[in-house]
């Protein structure tokens, strides 16, 4: 799900919205009321975080045989914060 924030503040709250962004979140701009601008996580580097959570989770699974969901989640978690 994406946020919304009007320009004005998206202007006041720049790097905090770009920490939000860098963590996986979507912003978008509005002026007005009307969407004018979206901000994404760089697709590559998604993609990248995705791959390293998927290579940590059968790592997991080799040692101890069977990860836990929480394990699971917990790995997601962790490509999200980057």
Known sequence: MARVIQASEAKTHLPQLLDEVERG???????HGRAIARILPEAHRR?????????DIKELGKESGKATVEEILSLIREGRKY
């Open 25 to 31: 979140e979507t912003i978008i701009i509005t002026r």
């Open 47 to 55: 993609q990248q975080e995705i791959d390293e959570a998927i290579a």
